[in-house]
């Protein structure tokens, strides 16, 4: 795992506004004011997500001084760094994905029964072919996909599975839903390709889940 980017404290993984600061040679106060733009939006939404992914944190300076710094999460970091473009920023964001992702692993390697290990790959797996599936069917219709896209099919996919349409805990997800999760996803990436509307999908996601469920209770009472 690449401590100097990523660091994991018990079952979570975080880089923090400093690392993020230096790596992409930014200043210190530069980052700040971006993260507290999602703190402090009047969007609820935004404010809500800002809170859950940059947290406030403090440090001591070489001057003996107490700084503030914010603990950030792969999400919050993968928001932040969007806004850092040319081909030099994406090789760095790169390298910090690939140091949430080991650290991930080290945290289920840790934390979780094998069985588990195994779901949340393909749960994770599941990800990237789905949000491929949505510029693809989104650039048929000349559209732009910005992050708000990518967020809110995570959402409805979370939302399927759990009712609540945000931000799922993968430690607070059951085998079984982090089981469903992955499917429901992959069903939803053949239904973006199929060019199917946001609403429609999520009706035939729903629909999917619960069978899905029922499945599962019949060969639960069955054996």
Do not use: W
Request: proline share 3%; charged share 30%.
């Amino acid at each position: 795992m690449n401590t100097e980017l990523v660091h994991r404290e018990n079952n979570k993984a975080f880089t923090d506004s400093l690392i993020v600061a230096k790596e992409f040679n930014k200043r210190p106060t530069y980052v700040h004011d971006k993260i507290k733009a999602f703190i402090n939006s009047e969007n609820e939404e935004l404010r809500k997500f800002g809170l859950q992914t940059f947290l406030q944190s403090s440090y001591v300076d070489e001057t003996n001084k107490t700084r503030e710094k914010f603990d950030i999460t792969e999400d919050g970091f993968l928001e932040l760094a969007m806004s850092f473009t040319g081909d030099k920023s994406r090789l760095i964001r790169t390298r910090f994905i690939k140091a949430f992702r080991e650290a991930l692993d080290e945290i289920n390697r840790l934390y979780a029964n094998p069985p588990r290990t195994d779901l949340l790959k393909d749960k994770r797996q599941s990800h990237n072919p789905m949000m491929a599936a949505l510029i693809e069917m989104r650039e048929e219709l000349h559209k732009e996909t910005k992050p708000v896209h990518f967020m809110c099919e995570n959402k409805l996919c979370n939302g399927v599975v759990t009712g609540n349409y945000s931000k799922a805990d993968e430690t607070e997800l059951s085998n079984s839903n982090i089981e469903l999760l992955a499917l429901v996803r992959k069903r939803n990436e053949a239904l973006l390709v199929a060019g199917i509307p946001y609403d429609e999908r999520k009706k035939r996601l729903i629909a999917f889940a619960t069978k899905h469920r029922t499945k599962l209770i019949e060969c639960a009472t069955t054996t």
